[in-house]
Structure formats: C-alpha cells, structure tokens
C-alpha cells in the first residue's frame, strides 16, 4: 500500500510518500516569512501553502521514484491546527484524491505525533507491547496521555493556558533572541549555568502550592513567561548580555523539570515502563537528555523520533493512516477539522476522524 501524506496544520509545508509502512521520501518546507513577526502570520501561513503545496508534492513523489496513478491512499491533517492553513492542505489532498480515484484519509495531527517516535524510515523503531506514556509537546500544544496497544489512549493531562514551545518562544523574544527562539535557546542553555537563577514551576513539586501537585498532570507555563519577563526588567542590559547563556539555561531548565517530573510520575502512578515524547520541542536536546536520565533511573525504556520526525511533517500523517487502515478501521465519509484548542481530558479512539 503507498501512501501520501499531505501536513499544513501551521507553518511547515509537507508531502511525503509511505510504501507499506515504510519512509520513501518526506519532504519539509518552513516558511520564513514570519521571522519579522516574532510568530506565525496565520493568512502569511495559507498563502505560503498555496504557494508551495503543488511543487512539494511533485518533489515527495519523485524522491519515492512513482508516479501519481500508483498512489493507494491520499492522507491529510484535519486539524488541530490554524484552520486557514489547514483547509489548503485538506482541499488540495481531497482534490487530488478525487482527480486519482483514490480514498482519502483525514488524520488528526497530534495523534500522528503520539505515534512518531516509531516511524519506519529504514531503521528499527519498534513501538511497546503494552501501554506507554506519551509526552506530546510543541508550540500548540502539551499533553500528557496513556496510549495503549490498540492505539486508544487517555488523556490524562494538559496546558492550562500556554504551551512549553510558546514559552520558549515568548522568552525567547524577550532576550531578543530571533525566532523561533526554542532552538536558539537551545544553543545558548548548552553553554550556560542551569543553576544561574531559579524561575517558577508551577504545579510541581517545588512549587508554592507544592501540595497540589500529586496526582496532577496538567501544566502551566504563563507564570513562568510573567516571572521572566518582571525579572529581566529588574535588570541591565549589559548584565542581561553577560550572563545571556546562563539565564537561557535557567529558563530551559524551568520549562524541562517540569516536562520530567510530571511525565515520570505519571509513569510511576500507572505502572507504566514505556515513555515516548513527541512534537516540535521534542528536538530540545536538554529535554532529550533530562528525560533519558529521568528514565534510566527508574528503568523506563524511552522513545523518541528522529528530529527531522519531531516537528511537523507528513511522513508521520501518513504514517498514521496506513497503520489505521491495516487494523481494519474505515474512513468517514464526513469529519469535523479540529480547533486549535488543546484536547480535553479523557480516552478516545486514534479514529480516523
């Protein structure tokens, strides 16, 4: 079965090509067109898209050496993400489906990122057996969830207001840095002190409310953007140029504990001894490095993607729904896009709405 994959849930443009189960060609374009922004430009989005969709699909089929008329299924994004950027995707991929006689398949784009840590690209990433805790955590979104062998999972914790990749960014801005920031800090906290200074976590165990933590998996990070930003206005800008390395360190550190803690414990209350993280911020080497540790004290086995499978891209739409289709589940003929708001709490069915 050969699958295309189609993603234009935000800012990347993607198409890639999935032949029974494996990674032919996954090709990623990010717009950058919003740098003079500080954030993405939702209509600069759509028209980036529209622009560039035809000729990346071309590109996605031609690496994976076929031809249109050999495609099976057509897969897209049906959301969450902007609803602008997400309908060029929908359209074109529908359309193309319609003009091949193929099926066509919306794919819920965080539940392609729950699933990434084990895409087939020619090397082995073998999902669990049982169940596993998935950390999924971009510029949108951040949630905890349980998935389990037949790919339902609960959702067992959320942002409360602003995601860890938005934190990153948002501080980031703040020190000046271009965006994105996420990576940029990134690159300074390697060379900095974690330790320089100590910003809020809220709802953990070094929390003010320490108390409240147990048994909570949500999260929340608008705090931490308030503290930062009162506490680098208390302070020089030579000082803040000094020390750049060292306060970006602190700040990582203070959006990273908090990920850990809360997917280890989550972990530890379930039983559970598989851990996967996924989505853009996935790709920040002192999560990835944090969280190993985290896990190779309490013998978890962790999963994570490739980086090139961390931020959006089509491989893992793709990739989603030929594994949704081989276990027997069935298009709808008709499907709600999902909202850019974070999931609500509680289980569901990796459908294929």
């Not at 062998?149 to 609960?154: G, K, P, Q, R």
């Not at 800008?237 to 390395?245: R, V």
């Not at 996967?276 to 920040?284: E, F, K, L, M, W």
């Not at 008709?334 to 509680?346: E, K, Q, V």
Request: charged share 20%.
């Amino acid at each position: 079965m050969i699958i295309l994959g189609i993603e234009t849930s935000c800012d990347e443009t993607s198409a890639a090509v999935v032949r029974d189960g494996r990674v032919e060609s996954n090709i990623v374009s990010s717009q950058r067109c919003h740098s003079a922004f500080g954030g993405v430009v939702p209509e600069l989005a759509s028209r980036e898209h529209e622009r560039l969709i035809v000729s990346i699909t071309d590109s996605a089929v031609t690496e994976a050496n076929i031809t249109k008329n050999e495609l099976d299924v057509i897969a897209a994004t049906a959301g969450p993400g902007l609803i602008g950027a997400i309908m060029v995707g929908l359209c074109f991929a529908q359309g193309l489906a319609y003009a091949l006689g193929k099926p066509f398949v919306p794919v819920n784009h965080i539940e392609a990122h729950i699933f990434s840590p084990f895409i087939n690209d020619g090397e082995a990433h073998h999902a669990p057996r049982g169940s596993f805790v998935s950390l999924t955590v971009s510029g949108g979104h951040t949630l905890l969830s349980v998935v389990a062998h037949d790919l339902s999972y609960e959702v067992i914790g959320r942002t409360l207001d602003d995601a860890a990749g938005e934190a990153f960014d948002k501080t980031g801005k703040m020190l000046g840095l271009p965006y994105p920031a996420g990576p940029e800090i990134d690159k300074l906290a390697a060379k900095g002190d974690r330790g320089f200074h100590k910003f809020p976590r809220a709802l953990t165990s070094q929390s003010q409310t320490s108390k409240s933590y147990l048994g909570n998996f949500d999260f929340s990070f608008s705090g931490l953007k308030t503290s930062v930003l009162t506490w680098l206005q208390k302070q020089t800008p030579e000082f803040i140029e000094l020390h750049l390395a060292d306060i970006a360190a602190s700040i990582q550190w203070a959006i990273v504990s908090v990920l850990v803690e809360k997917t280890i414990l989550a972990a530890r209350s379930r039983g559970i001894k598989s851990v996967s993280i996924a989505g853009g911020v996935s790709a920040n080497s002192g999560l990835r490095k944090a969280m190993k540790e985290a896990c190779d004290k309490e013998c978890i086995t962790l999963y994570i993607p490739g980086t090139v499978y961390s931020t959006d891209n089509a491989a893992m739409i793709a990739t989603l729904a030929g594994v949704k289709l081989s276990r027997g589940m069935q298009a709808e003929h008709s499907y709600n896009i999902a909202p850019y708001a974070s999931f609500a709490a509680g289980r569901r069915k990796a459908g294929l709405k």
